[in-house]
């Protein structure tokens, strides 16, 4: 048997679009079959089609290798998505005889997004490929060089049908993951995102993960959150191996004695520390935006939000810091890096250790690049922050040439109101309010460039910050 225990884990996502054969692919390189395993789901089956995430493994050298294969369908997107947390590598597998795809340019951002830096690319149905191969290769390097990814990255044409081209792949999948700089941490507490969980006859609850830190030992306590139940580990499986203990980077099957399963879903996690996640619905973050993606963010606009194995949603408020004050900024712009409140619509579960989550617009047609990019924590808000915004007020010049100076009407209702705005300062070419003038509201203000002629009617702009509590996207009319 073999000695899995000692086997290095690495986890290859499996990205591409709907029919490119990810999951043919997929089992022509596996031996090993987990529960959740090729197409498992019975809707799969039916439809033809993967729709949920997917587990096997086969091993090269010193290496145990999981396959995560995730739907290419667009509506399925944010299961891809849940998947990313795990993986090491993610293999692009594209039809050769349709070339990149809707899908394909998505994963490739949304991958890009969470910093998976390394990705190999597998051409399949060569089978049907009636071209140049030679050419064909081309461009999709040229296609690829037009990505953070560059033209260089490993290409491996193959036949999923014909079972052609896989040595060389594993060779391939072998060279790359050889030179990996996979960081695990099997030190401290211990998580686990739960992807899948059931019930087995006369052994109670299991769940399958991928420990993403610290090591699981038999009988061991753990809680699953937020389902609020706990239990202790009776066995620990990695692939159908029976282990004693089990670290970092390794995918397991946990039988847990004590736990109620029927409180368990996806996007759980079981930990030996709860005290390392927060329920919160509000949280301070700092986005980076994809260049592709080309939508503007608006204050408040709706998100997809997805956190570990679970996608919510939200609305992102984005902000920009001057002299300690956050202010509103009405749209992102050209920005592709900015601080925003993200308010879901649930309190969620946040691990504060493990900070990233993918930004998506699922609102948007897929025919369409819906990923918006990644973002990282800054802090969750325990109340709902103090943000300033621009209030502009707008008046005229009334008389340019009194004696007295510039005299501006519009800006003030009352003379008490004008007395307010003595010493403000006004947007250029004019400086600031001088002084009131009458009982009316009008104003004295001051000009730049004293030679500079004005005419009445010319407008005169205040610009002033006010302060607001952000308020939740229900309340946000209140905001404008």
């Not at 809707?102 to 951002?109: N, V």
């Not at 299991?206 to 306590?221: A, P, S």
């Not at 918006?372 to 300033?388: D, F, M, N, T, V």
């Not at 004019?430 to 009617?457: H, P, R």
Request: aromatic fraction near 6%.
């Amino acid at each position: 048997m073999l000695d899995i225990e000692k086997k290095t884990p690495v986890h290859l996502g499996l990205f591409g679009h709907i029919d490119s054969g990810k999951t043919a692919v997929a089992a022509v390189l596996s031996d090993y079959i987990s529960t959740a395993g090729i197409d498992a789901h019975p809707q799969s089956k039916e439809r033809g089609i993967t729709i949920d995430l997917g587990f096997t493994s086969f091993v090269l050298d010193e290496y145990l290798i999981t396959l995560v294969d995730g739907p290419g369908h667009a509506d399925l997107i944010k299961i891809s998505a849940s998947s990313v947390e795990i993986i090491d590598c993610a293999l692009i597998v594209i039809d050769i005889t349709k070339g990149p795809q809707i899908q394909t340019g998505e994963h490739l951002i949304m991958i890009e997004s969470l910093n998976i830096d390394d990705i190999i690319v597998v051409l399949n149905k060569i089978d049907l490929f009636k071209g140049n191969l030679d050419a064909e290769v081309k461009k999709i390097r040229d296609f690829f060089g037009s990505t953070s990814y560059g033209p260089n990255i490993p290409i491996f044409s193959v036949s999923a049908k014909n079972q052609v081209g896989f040595e060389e792949l594993k060779e391939g999948i072998l060279e790359k993951i050889k030179g990996l700089d996979i960081q695990r941490n099997s030190e401290g507490s211990v998580f686990i995102p739960i992807d899948h969980h059931f019930s087995i006859k006369g052994r109670g609850a299991v769940i399958t993960g991928t420990i993403l830190r610290g090591k699981l030992n038999l009988n061991q306590d753990i809680d699953v959150i937020p389902a609020n139940t706990s239990g202790k580990v009776k066995s620990i499986q990695i692939f159908h191996q029976n282990v004693n203990e089990a670290k970092a980077g390794d995918r397991v099957g946990v039988n847990i004695k004590g736990l109620d399963i029927k409180k368990v879903y996806r996007g759980c996690y079981a930990t030996t520390n709860k005290k390392a996640f927060d329920l919160c619905d509000l949280i301070n973050i700092q986005v980076k935006q994809n260049k592709l993606f080309k939508p503007k963010t608006q204050f408040g606009t709706q998100v997809h939000v997805t956190i570990g194995m679970f996608t919510f949603t939200g609305n992102l408020f984005p902000y920009v810091e001057k002299n300690g004050k956050k202010i509103q900024l009405e749209s992102s712009g050209d920005l592709n890096i900015y601080n925003a409140y993200l308010w879901l619509n649930e309190k969620v579960f946040i691990n504060k250790e493990r900070t990233t989550m993918l930004i998506s617009r699922l609102d948007l047609p897929p025919t369409t690049l819906r990923i918006l990019g990644a973002a990282k924590l800054i802090e969750i808000a325990k109340e709902a922050p103090i943000l300033y915004k621009f209030k502009l007020k707008k008046g005229i010049v009334q008389n340019p040439r009194h004696a007295l100076g510039i005299v501006c009407s519009g800006l003030a209702q009352s003379y008490e109101g004008a007395k307010k705005l003595i010493g403000r300062k006004l947007e250029p070419p004019f400086t600031k309010i001088i002084s009131t003038f009458g009982t009316k509201g009008l104003v004295i203000v001051g000009i730049a460039t004293k030679d500079q002629i004005m005419n009445k009617g010319d407008p005169v702009a205040l610009k002033e910050l006010r302060s607001f509590t952000l308020k939740s996207k229900k309340d946000l009319n209140l905001l404008n």
